[in-house]
Structure formats: C-alpha cells, structure tokens
Antibody, heavy 119, light 112 residues
C-alpha cells in the first residue's frame, strides 16, 4: 500500500530554517516524480517544487533560491529544506507522488505538516 | 504563469441532483496527441486533496463513475451526475501543462 507521511513542521521565526521530511512506503521514491504542494490557512493549493527521477529539480518563483528539494534513496525519503522563511510561507505542506509518466498528476498525497512562520 | 479560473466558487446542491463546475485556463492546455493537461482534485473537509480526473477526462482509480470531466483547449467542466453527501468539499482544477503548475481558486460544494 502506498503511503506518504510528512513530518518536521512547526513554529519558526522569520528568517529561520526548517527541513520537512516525507517518508514513503509501498513504492520507490527515486523511480517517481515527487512534488511538494502547500496550502496557506483557509486558502487554495500552491505547487512548490518537483524532483524528477533523474534528479532534476524545479521550483515555484516564490521559493526559488530559498527552498531545496532532495531525496535519500537509501531511506526512501523526500525532503524540503526551507531557508529564509517568511510569514507568507505559513502553510500546510503536502508531499505528493505523480502517476508514472505524468509529472503533475498527483495520485497520492500525504496528510500534510503545518509550518507556521511567526515571531 | 497560466491562470486558472473556476466558477462558481460556491455550489449548494440537493442530494441526487447533478452539479457542474467550470474551469477556464488563460492559455490552451492541449499538448501531445490532443490530450489536455487538466486535472481535477477534491479536498474533503479536514483531508488531503485526492485525484478525481486527469488529462481532462480520465477518471482516477477508484473514482465513482458519477464524476466525469470534459473540455479541451481552455474550457473544462467537471460534472457530478447525482451528488451524494460524501461529495462535499472543495474542488480544484489544475493545469499540468507548464511549470509552475497552477490551481484554480477552488469551488466549495455543499449539500442543501
């Protein structure tokens, strides 16, 4: 059974850093396209970043240069390193798997982890 | 970036009645073999989003056949043939043609 479990969220001051983790089971992270999608409180969905099976990465302009997506193949984990955090980064962060062959058809989502950026 | 616009934003529906949600993109989402790179997701209250429809009209695994997607180019529609209580939540369309992928504002379906 495919499962995605995020962790690492919490309260962080503006300018701080946080690393989110996504533990995957039931499939191999490195063989799939994996994304992070976020949702600010009471708002809609916003795509954040993707890592392809070949390791290439892309980012939304709003996080480019501050956030970095990576994976650990040996642990079957996905990560999002978030630096220089701002109040507008406050959101629930979801990791999502894409259907094989389609970069952005997200067939499995985690339950999300809440990041709150506030002093 | 491609802008996605949904309507209506709120949709009260009587159980057993049909429902329809419109999604318009700021540019054509048609790509290879005539496929439209448009997905529909449902976020039920307190839950993560779930995939309903991909490539405009393909139902995801396990999605009831009362859900259907149609459209091409810049205009798309999600239809529910007979709404059930479990269909409440926020429906999002999402363009998957171009990075960054972008979502519509969401349509909140509620039961009358």
């Amino acid at each position: 059974e495919v499962q995605l479990v995020e962790s690492g969220g919490g309260l962080i001051q503006p300018g701080g850093s946080l690393r989110l983790s996504c533990a995957a089971s039931g499939f191999i992270v490195s063989s799939n396209y994996m994304s992070w999608v976020r949702q600010a409180p009471g708002k809609g969905l916003e795509w954040v970043s993707i890592i392809y099976s070949d390791g290439s990465t892309y980012y939304a302009d709003s996080v480019k240069g501050r956030f970095f997506i990576s994976r650990d193949n040996s642990r079957n984990m996905l990560y999002l390193q978030m630096n220089s955090l701002r109040a507008e980064d406050t959101a629930v962060y979801y990791c999502a798997r894409a259907i094989r062959g389609y970069s952005y058809v997200f067939d499995y989502w985690g339950q999300g982890t809440l990041v709150t950026v506030s002093s | 970036d491609i802008v996605m616009t949904q309507s209506p934003l709120s949709l009260p529906v009587t159980p057993g009645e049909p429902a329809s949600i419109s999604c318009r993109s700021s540019q054509s989402l048609v790509y290879t073999h005539g496929n439209s790179y448009l997905n529909w997701y449902l976020q039920k209250p307190g839950q993560s989003p779930q995939l309903l429809i991909y490539l405009g009209s393909n139902r995801a695994s396990g999605v009831p056949d009362r859900f259907s997607g149609s459209g091409s180019g810049t205009d798309f529609t999600l239809k529910i043939s007979r709404v059930e209580a479990e269909d409440v939540g926020v429906y999002y369309c999402m363009q998957a043609l171009q990075t960054p992928v972008t979502f519509g504002q969401g349509t909140r379906l509620e039961i009358k």
